[in-house]
Antibody
Framework: QLVESGGGLVQPGESLRLSCSVS????????MGWVRQVPGKGLEWMAN????????FYADALRGRLTISRDNVEKSLFLQMDSLRVDDTAVYYC???????????WGQGTMVTVSS | ERVMTQSPGTLSVSPGERVTLSCRAS???????LTWYQQKFGQAPRLIIY???SRATGIPDRFSGSGSGTDFTLTISRLEPEDFAVYYC??????FGGGTKVEMK
């Protein structure tokens, strides 16, 4: 089970830290990631992190504003987003990868609204 | 930039029909790391196919994936009412296609 938290209403230019609490599998054994979806639109991959947190990958369009991290002791995944813009308004999903290139499990998503 | 292009954008079909969805990559997809997801309204996406051809746990065998290189296909052999949804492909590198909506005719 993946449970996201930290969404809500934020002002443009602010920062936000999303969290994802994981249970039901050995968290430290799998890559994790974040995907977002503007309501009514398609999916956008944002970032991945490997099992021990030493390798991080970001979507080109978002690199520089994102920091993905994880705490394998607390079984949690994090996403720091800086300089938020109105077009960052979306549902943010935490995902786990149990097969190469695939996101096997998804959280229910947390809504982030960027508005003044 | 790695671009995944899905076609058609919308497919209007009836239950029992055979459905074929296309996904084309702008680049060679390494190790056939092509993934398909199903998303129903108001729900998170669900993994259907990974590695281009392998069904995820619990996915019925009416779903099948094929293809390699840059061209991939998701086929639903006989559409069931619960299959009406949006289907996304994802290539290596993370990029998603724009989705194909399978709607009732």
């Amino acid at each position: 089970q993946l449970v996201e938290s930290g969404g809500g209403l934020v002002q443009p230019g602010e920062s936000l830290r999303l969290s994802c609490s994981v249970s039901g599998f050995t968290f430290s054994g799998f890559w994790m990631g974040w995907v977002r979806q503007v309501p009514g639109k398609g999916l956008e991959w944002m970032a991945n992190i490997n099992d021990d947190g030493t390798k991080k990958f970001y979507a080109d369009a978002l690199r520089g504003r994102l920091t993905i991290s994880r705490d394998n002791v607390e079984k949690s995944l994090f996403l720091q987003m800086d300089s938020l813009r109105v077009d960052d308004t979306a549902v943010y999903y935490c995902v786990s990868s149990h097969h190469p290139g695939a996101f096997d499990f998804w959280g229910q998503g947390t809504m982030v609204t960027v508005s003044s | 930039e790695r671009v995944m292009t899905q076609s058609p954008g919308t497919l209007s079909v009836s239950p029992g029909e055979r459905v074929t969805l296309s996904c084309r990559a702008s680049h060679y997809v390494s190790d056939d790391n092509l993934t398909w997801y199903q998303q129903k309204f108001g729900q998170a996406p669900r993994l259907i196919i990974y590695g281009a051809t392998s069904r995820a746990t619990g996915i019925p065998d009416r779903f099948s994936g094929s293809g390699s290189g840059t061209d991939f296909t998701l086929t639903i052999s006989r559409l069931e009412p619960e299959d009406f949804a949006v289907y996304y492909c994802q290539g290596d590198g993370g990029s998603f296609g724009g989705g194909t909506k399978v709607e009732m005719k």
